[in-house]
């Protein structure tokens, strides 16, 4: 059989030059089953109109089933000399069915039919997404909770800036986490609907019930106008966004990961299973893991650049550019997917090490903000309390001592405030317990934020 669609106004046929550069089907394969299930709820509607007969309809939804579950159980034979999934499906219907096949593409365009396939695999990916998320942000809620009582050193400009819990550095990450599963859920809603009967760009001369196709495949509407459906791939750049501000997330945490299991830091143990060794320097655990999310960063918002690229300047209404859409989403959906599914895995089983965290609070005067407070609850202005601990800073650094072991004689040259409760200011766990303001560091803060994050996610 012929594998191609069209032909009717060709003398010759195409080129294998052709064939080559234009057949999308070694990847929109993975469409076939919602390629099939549209075709059949476009088929039930076709004879419900009175557009084709109950029985070529029957014949039809007969051959189709029969296909998809071939190809459900691996056994069909992807000829990959074919155009793409829909001529294939449609010329595999008709080879199997006879003529009455031909009927299937009445009022239909690969237009809206290939807008249709992809919007109803994007919401099973969405979907699929959504749930690794709320799976990686159910571990996250639950180290925090287990690591309630650890104080780490909290960091700006990767200097030590101020004490804080590790539970509220990793419900940092929930709250990034939940951001992420709106915007995904807000992309759903966009993704949800129908572009079927738009057919090529204007529409069908026929009398389709556009509502019952979109009822069928659980469609919430229909698509306004046929020449914007057959045209929007948004919702793809907007799968492709959402997706890059997640790794993006994921990717600051495998930088954090990456650092805290250094020698350097010493914050953070890695399962052995989950590392990797080298080939030359015997003694190396390498975290191959959270650098291979960080790098994957790269083509997961190069896949975002590449389709606004192909989307700019395309005149209405369906252009061959639009085919570029579908290996950047693919690819995008796999990527996210490995991610999500090792970083939640890695979260689960990696070992914080109290006391390497304690030690870092302990030096780097990360109570000095404290004092200032302190000097400032006393009436100075703190802008002067802010200089004068700066001051004592220098001191202490001068005399390589930590704040807190400066002699209330020592300070007291800094300001005559300062009493013998100044060193309960400097204590890095009365630091944190004085944060307990909604979203601040203090244990009770924290845990008020994860009886929420629970809350929100079920739990
Ligand atoms: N393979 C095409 C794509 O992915 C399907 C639509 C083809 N439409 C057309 N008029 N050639 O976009």
New binding site residues.
Partial sequence: MTDKVWGGRFDKGPDEILNLFNA?LPF?KRLYAQDIDGSMAHCRMLAKQGIISADEAAQILETLKEIRAEMDRGEFLFDEGF??I?SLVEKTLVKRAGPVGEKLHTAR???DQ?SLDLRMYMKEAIRRLESLIHDMQGVIVRRAEEEIEVIMPGYTHLQRAQPVLLAHHLMAYYEMLKRDRERFLENYRRVNVLPLGSAALAGSTFDLDREMVARELGFEKISENSMDAVSDRDFVAEFLFASSLLIMHLSRLSEEIVIWSSQEFGFATLPDELCTGSSIMPQKKNPDIPELVRGKTGRVFGHLVGLLTTLKGLPLS?N?D??ED?EAFFDTMDTMEQCLAVMTRLLESMTFNKESMREGVEQGYLAATDLADYLARKGLPFRQAHEKVGKMVLYAMQGKKELRELTLEEMKKFSELIENDVYQWLDPLHCVRRRELPGGTGPGAVRRQIELAKREMGI
């Fill in positions: 999308s929109d155009e793409d829909h365009s690969r237009n290939v369906y061959k639009l085919q579908k």
